[in-house]
């Protein structure tokens, strides 16, 4: 199994402040063949299902905000959240879709400070 | 708009059979090119992808349950089902249902019901 590991555990930043999650894969999630990177983050607001906010490591699904952005390739990414809002208050993980089992980093939450 | 409802009981007791339904509205589960997932959320801890079913029938499992999941397709109702057996205390957690498209590679979990906690307690 493709382990996947975020980094912090939980950040707390001020409204309008920059946020960054780290995820670390055990093993490449790029695929050569059509120069893609199978990771995809999500947002858990409490309460709700897992959102799908960005996938291919860097495009942003449909109706999500700019401010959310996604980098990295290989075995390493991260997850931006520029100009923090209350509304971005929940748990962010990534995932790897590179091949089964899909797995999920342990999650980082997010809080205003 | 694709939507997922799932449904079952919400009180299972040890060694019984945990079993649940994800009703499909605005799709087909008999689309090509869709695959439908089950993931399950320990109580205030990470995600945990289940296994999934494609139209076709064929099915793939995360080893961890060491074969104790079965996922099954209704087409006529379209729903798929999910069988969890024996199930500990250990099973105790939100069991939701999602979609993901198979469009030249796998894609990611695009659509999500909104879940359903199960417990597992005599």
């Known amino acids: 199994d493709i382990v996947m590991t975020q980094s912090p555990d939980s950040l707390a930043a001020s409204l309008g402040e920059r946020a960054t999650i780290n995820c670390k894969s055990s093993?490449?999630?790029?695929?050569?063949?059509?120069?893609?990177?199978?990771l995809a983050w999500y947002q858990q607001r409490p309460g709700q299902p897992p959102k799908l906010l960005i996938y291919?490591?860097?495009t942003r699904e449909s109706g999500v905000p700019d401010r959310f952005s996604g980098s990295g390739s290989g075995t390493e990414f991260t997850l931006t959240i520029s100009g923090l809002q209350a509304e971005d208050v929940a748990v962010y993980y990534c995932?790897?879709?590179?091949?089964?089992?899909?797995?999920f980093g342990q999650g980082t939450k997010v809080e205003i400070k | 708009q694709v939507q997922l409802q799932e449904s079952g009981p919400g009180l299972v007791k040890p060694s019984q059979t945990l079993s649940l339904t994800c009703t499909v509205s605005?799709?087909?589960?008999?689309?090509?090119?869709?695959?439908w997932n089950w993931v399950r959320q320990h109580p205030g801890k990470g995600l945990e992808w289940i296994g999934y079913?494609?139209?076709?029938?064929?099915?793939s499992y995360n080893p961890s349950l060491k074969s104790r999941a079965s996922i099954s397709l209704d087409t006529s109702k379209n729903h798929f089902s999910l069988n969890l057996s024996p199930v500990t205390a250990a099973d105790t957690a939100v069991y939701y249902c999602?979609?993901?498209?198979?469009?030249?590679?796998?894609?990611?979990?695009?659509?999500w019901g909104q879940g359903t906690l199960v417990t597992v307690s005599s």
């Open positions: 999602a979609r993901l498209e198979y469009n030249s590679g796998w894609q990611p979990l695009d659509y």
């Open positions: 605005g799709g087909s589960v008999s689309s090509g090119g869709y695959y």
């Open positions: 079913i494609y139209a076709s029938g064929s099915t």
């Open positions: 093993q490449s999630v790029f695929y050569d063949s059509n120069n893609k990177n199978y």
């Open positions: 291919w490591a860097s």
């Open positions: 995932q790897q879709y590179y091949n089964t089992p899909w797995t």
